[in-house]
């Protein structure tokens, strides 16, 4: 392995090629759940650093922790916020959980954007179904975001978002919200609930008869645990919405993010530069392939 | 709510959707309109199974009761519904039914269903066919609900 | 330029190295090492083989004596130009800790050495057609996707390639089923083709390249006679002929997809160890892990790629666990991407038909063998 000083700098510049994290000054972290966490940073201040939160809906980062290893984080903030980069991290391994207990001040290193975003111009015109579960709400956020930055180029908004049990709802403030203004409905339901817990108790896809929305005027937007995914859309086109108008955001192993390191192969697909957010006309084969 | 009423509310539930209009009028002759208030209790667990309900509006929600908790398994609502059980008579109910807010309900008594169904086994065959989606949804989504999808698993994470 | 062609004695061979040399290449060749063939440093021909062949078959390589003048009967050796430039692991962010913050430090330029002030210039004489089609097929992973992969472009960019075309087969060769061999078709800088009908042997020499013309005009090489032409084009055509294994490549992705749940995976994955030796050996394999390293005060670390492969329990690792836990599952995601989702990725196959994997396979796996099984065209007779 090769180590190295750091007191003589060469003349040569740094690589800024995709795989060189730029370190990132964290603004905040705020705490979503017990343990969930939304980190804000400013935009590195290396060259083109600024474009790392040029990025549209869906899209991920790879989040560096020095010493620590690196991520694939999707992107939760507002994409029309250029001045801030918004990740929402759920603490279940020894990378985020570093990445969390990071203290304001602190750099993190960002790449990216990388990958497809939601559909959000071929939605134009229709109803937007947001399906999430868990931390899936994340990457759904910014879809959110733009279509209420741009509400008149959408139809009705439902969003649906399914947590393993109240105290794991994400964004819920932002949710009840989002469920008052005109044309939109948002419903939580959570798996197991307690006596205190007044809202809806079942899977996510147990809130698709409420949908207020015509199926074949309706883009679809999916993002959670993939068996819930596969259910999810199993369930949607049951009831009538086109295969090419569901598009659903996938997860894989990623190392590099830019195609070189193999990881995260499905099929023929690389799911950090041909996805995360695929069309269900194209990802449902392989999805029901087993171990694929 | 006179006849005439009944019958086309019913028919406008999604429960009994496609349903031809005779079945309607069967059932609307059978039904009988409930309202519960909010934290009232429709049917404990082992409540003999009488009651078969359409809901109309509010939410139910289904509960088990085990020492020092009560754990939510899931919530029925409006063009749902609740109580399938009682067409099968021998079983008691199995959840108790708590009215998450004021509900309103047609109830039907399970023995006269079942007597109807028997009686015109081809509107039997209709009326359990939807029962049966509604079961077959129930299973689904409790098997879904069992794979716990979002707990964090094996090794952990990243 | 295939127009021109020339004729290569002893003394022009020699020479073709020690001009690159002093056109300031780092001039590679494949050597005797050992029990094997190997890539080193190459300062004449002398250090090339010669009489030298290899018998190879499922889970078998040995080199072995031949009593012509032959350079480059050995076959495809178990390394691949991939050593040199998608090297086995490679430092790609240096940084430095800075109170709670870290700062990129300046490394070496992309693609140099550890410590080295520039990317190598490396000439690979001797190299064999499926190895080019292999660097092809690197190049659209690391050149021509949405980003470039800058270390490998930079050694890429400066490598010239010398290719000898084959006019001895393996039994594990299949390249020409695969149309990258045993005649190199582009890519090249300068192609030679053996003609061991005289003693010492003579080469059929044609370039590829602007480049390639300068090095062959500056080595002051005769025009080659239709007949020796002739002759070299009849050997490698015969090298071709006897390759016995095939694999029909264009149906893959059809066979891929009816087979997914085809009972010979499982019958495969019982005798396969998921050691890794196909991906190692594959000229085209890139996957790569990438890992952390500090230094132990924290002060300095970085981040390398090194050579990873699918077969690894933990290539798949997401929250939860592995996407691809049995061993069947990955043998089956080697397979079908060599063959069958390459194409769909890159527009070419992933396999070259070198039959490396075949070789270095400890179990006697073989690629051709378990697709014709899956395709329902196995010959019988054959294997497990």
């Not at chain 3, 062959?216 to 032409?229: D, K, M, S, Y």
């Amino acid at each position: 392995m090769t180590t190295h000083q750091s007191t003589p700098v060469s003349p040569v510049p740094a690589s800024s090629g995709p795989m060189t994290p730029l370190p990132a000054r964290l603004i905040s972290v705020e705490k979503e759940t017990h343990d969930t966490y939304t980190l804000t940073l400013e935009p590195p201040s290396a060259p083109g650093g600024e474009l790392a939160s040029r990025f549209r809906p869906g899209q991920f980062s790879m989040l560096y922790d020095y010493g620590v290893g690196e991520l694939p984080i999707s992107i939760s903030g507002d994409p029309e916020r250029p001045e801030q980069l918004v990740y929402t991290i759920r603490s279940v391994g020894p990378v985020t959980t570093s990445l969390v207990t990071r203290a304001p001040g602190d750099a993190i290193g960002v790449r990216g954007p990388f990958g497809t975003p939601w559909p959000m111009t071929e939605a134009r015109g229709k109803s937007v179904l947001i399906v999430a579960g868990g931390i899936g709400l994340a990457p759904l956020r910014p879809a959110i975001y733009h279509i209420l930055r741009h509400r008149g180029d959408y139809n009705r908004l439902v969003i649906l978002y399914g947590a393993r049990s109240p105290r794991d709802i994400l964004f819920k403030k932002e949710l009840s919200a989002w469920g008052l203004l005109p044309d939109t409905q948002s419903l939580i339901t959570v798996d197991y609930g307690g006596v205190s817990w007044r809202g809806h108790v079942g899977v996510v896809t147990t809130l698709f008869k409420s949908i207020r929305a015509q199926p074949a005027e309706t883009y679809a937007l999916l993002c959670g645990p993939e068996v819930m995914m596969r259910f999810a859309l199993r369930e949607l086109q049951i009831r009538g919405l086109p295969k090419n108008q569901i598009f659903l955001s996938m997860e894989r192993n990623m190392k590099c993010a830019a195609g070189f390191c193999g990881h995260c192969q499905l099929g023929p697909f690389f799911v950090c530069k041909d996805g995360p957010v695929f069309s269900c006309a194209a990802i449902e084969p392989w999805m029901d392939l087993y171990e694929a | 709510m006179n006849s005439i009423q009944v019958q086309s509310a019913l028919a406008e539930h999604p429960f009994l959707a496609g349903l031809t209009e005779s079945d309607i009028s069967t059932l609307a002759s059978l039904a009988f309109e409930v309202q519960f208030q909010e934290e009232q209790i429709i049917f404990r667990d082992g409540d003999p199974s009488s009651f078969f309900y359409l809901i109309q509006s509010g939410h139910v929600a289904l509960e088990v009761r085990a020492p020092g908790h009560i754990l939510r398994i899931q919530t029925i609502g409006d063009g749902e519904e609740l109580g399938w059980s009682s067409f099968l008579a021998s079983v008691n109910k199995q959840f108790q039914a708590r009215c998450l807010e004021p509900v309103r309900a047609f109830a039907f008594d399970g023995a006269q269903i079942i007597a109807r169904c028997e009686a015109d086994p081809a509107f039997g065959f209709r009326v359990l066919r939807r029962v049966l989606s509604t079961v077959a949804d129930r299973l689904r989504a409790t098997r879904l609900q069992m794979l716990d999808v979002y707990a964090t698993r094996g090794g952990g994470g990243l | 330029m295939r127009d021109k062609a020339w004729r290569l004695g002893p003394e022009h061979f020699g020479r073709l190295i020690s001009v690159l040399a002093e056109q300031g290449y780092e001039v590679l060749g494949p050597q005797v090492d050992g029990p094997a063939v190997r890539w080193g440093p190459l300062t004449g021909p002398d250090e090339l083989p010669q009489g030298i062949g290899a018998e190879t078959s499922p889970g078998h390589y040995r080199l072995k004596q031949r009593s012509g003048p032959e350079r480059f009967a050995w076959g495809p050796s178990p390394d691949s130009l991939k050593r040199w430039l998608h090297v086995p692991e490679e430092c790609f962010v240096h940084a430095a800790q800075d109170n709670g913050a870290f700062h990129i430090l300046p490394g070496e330029q992309p693609g140099a050495p550890p410590g080295g002030a520039a990317p190598p210039k490396f000439a690979f004489i001797g190299m064999r057609p499926c190895d080019l089609a292999a660097l092809v097929r690197l190049d659209a992973v690391f050149l021509k996707g949405p980003y470039v992969e800058e270390h490998y472009s930079a050694r890429r960019r400066e490598a010239f390639l010398v290719v000898v075309n084959c006019t001895a087969s393996l039994d594990t060769c299949f390249c020409a089923s695969m149309e990258c061999g045993p005649g190199a078709r582009t890519g090249y800088d300068v192609a030679l083709t053996e003609h061991t009908a005289e003693e010492p042997a003579a080469y059929l020499a044609e370039a590829g390249s602007a480049r390639g013309v300068a090095l062959i005009e500056a080595i002051t090489a005769p025009r080659a006679e239709p007949g020796f032409i002739a002759e070299c084009r009849e050997a490698c055509k015969q090298a071709a002929a006897v390759q016995r294994r095939r694999v029909d490549w264009r149906t893959a992705p059809a066979v891929m997809l009816r087979s997914f749940e085809h009972p010979r995976w499982e019958q495969t994955a019982r005798r396969c160890l998921a050691c890794g030796n196909c991906t190692l050996t594959c000229p085209t394999c890139f996957c790569v892990n990438t890992i952390e390293h500090t230094a132990i005060d924290g002060s300095t670390g970085g981040r390398s790629r090194v050579w990873d492969s699918c077969f690894t329990q933990n290539f798949t690792y997401i929250h939860g666990g592995s996407v691809r836990t049995s061993v069947k599952s990955r043998y089956r995601q080697w397979l079908g991407h060599k063959l069958a989702w390459w194409q769909q990725q890159f527009g070419t196959a992933g396999c070259t038909g070198c039959g490396r994997c075949i070789a270095w396979c400890p179990a006697g796996i073989d690629i051709s063998e378990e697709f014709a099984a899956l395709a329902g065209t196995a010959q019988g007779g054959t294997g497990a």
